[in-house]
């Protein structure tokens, strides 16, 4: 199966690019990585009297007697889905361009990949805060731009019953251009979803803001960690209710990740 966006059908077409064999054979040749394994490349693609296309293609490999993904769509088709969410939020991220999947006559998952356009100038944000604005004071704007973004965009899929499941700050990408603002781009979200009834909603809320805290706690003071809280409850002060959050997301993350705990 292999769906391909409108937008870039002409483009992949001038290459060749029409079947999932064609573009598996493109980006990988004969290689192949064992089962399990996550193929993960940037590369530039040049279709004749077309501009270049610079892209991600993200590849999953799964064993011969997997059942895991029977009757489930590949972690491939759920981040090419999810990305589309993120756009209708309002959400800053990548752009689509193709996903495809490979099943045996059991219809169990053998091999799926999804294509992304790559964002130009874009750094991981762990990457941007120690390059760009490592002291807290010189670069208290900026800083606070990051958080105040990354906190209405988290609002925004929490309000709307979506919830990433891993909202690390490795998927979050950066681009700055003085003396605008930096722009956050969410990226890698093959298993967010939506969730606006179950017993679990709350727990997938923290998990994703305590996952957010984990290289907060590293990288930012306890008083851009509180301003964090705070604009995502689009609240002016620090009351009873962005208290009781705090503790929640803080306890939560001692439990799920005691290896990293530091406060």
């Given amino acids: 199966m292999l769906l391909i966006e409108e937008s870039c059908r002409a483009a992949f077409a001038a290459i060749g690019l029409t079947s999932f064999d064609s573009i598996i054979a493109l980006f990988e040749g004969s290689a192949r990585s064992g089962?399990?394994?996550?193929?993960?490349?940037?590369?530039?693609v040049e279709p004749p009297g077309q501009p270049a296309l610079t892209v991600f293609y993200k590849r999953y490999e799964h064993a011969s007697d997997s059942w895991k993904f029977l009757g489930r769509a590949s972690k491939a088709r759920r981040e090419f889905e999810n990305y589309?969410?993120?756009?209708?939020?309002?959400?800053?991220?990548?752009?689509?361009?193709?996903?495809?999947?490979?099943?045996?006559?059991?219809?169990?998952?053998?091999?799926?990949?999804?294509?992304?356009?790559?964002?130009?100038?874009?750094?991981?944000?762990?990457?941007?805060?120690?390059?760009?604005?490592?002291?807290?004071?010189?670069?208290?704007?900026?800083?606070?731009?990051?958080?105040?973004?990354?906190?209405?965009?988290?609002?925004?899929?929490?309000?709307?019953?979506?919830?990433?499941?891993?909202?690390?700050?490795?998927?979050?990408?950066?681009?700055f251009q003085p003396p605008a603002e930096p722009e956050l781009w969410w990226i890698d979200c093959p298993r967010g979803r939506f969730d606006s009834w179950s017993p679990w909603r709350q727990r997938r809320r923290l998990r994703d803001l305590a996952s957010l805290d984990k290289s907060a706690s590293k990288y930012c003071s306890r008083g851009e960690r509180v301003a964090f809280i705070k604009h995502y409850l689009r609240k002016p002060k620090l009351d009873s209710d962005a208290k009781q959050l705090i503790r929640e997301a803080l306890d939560y993350r001692r439990r799920r990740w005691p290896e990293d705990w530091n406060g």
């Fill in 35 to 44: 089962a399990g394994r996550v193929l993960v490349k940037q590369q530039t």
């Fill in 84 to 175: 589309s969410v993120f756009a209708r939020l309002g959400v800053a991220c990548a752009q689509r361009l193709a996903w495809g999947e490979q099943r045996d006559g059991l219809r169990r998952l053998r091999r799926a990949f999804i294509i992304t356009r790559a964002i130009p100038g874009a750094l991981p944000l762990i990457d941007f805060v120690a390059r760009h604005c490592p002291g807290r004071w010189a670069s208290r704007g900026v800083r606070s731009a990051l958080g105040r973004q990354l906190a209405e965009m988290t609002r925004r899929i929490h309000d709307a019953g979506f919830f990433h499941h891993d909202l690390v700050w490795r998927n979050i990408l950066v681009t």
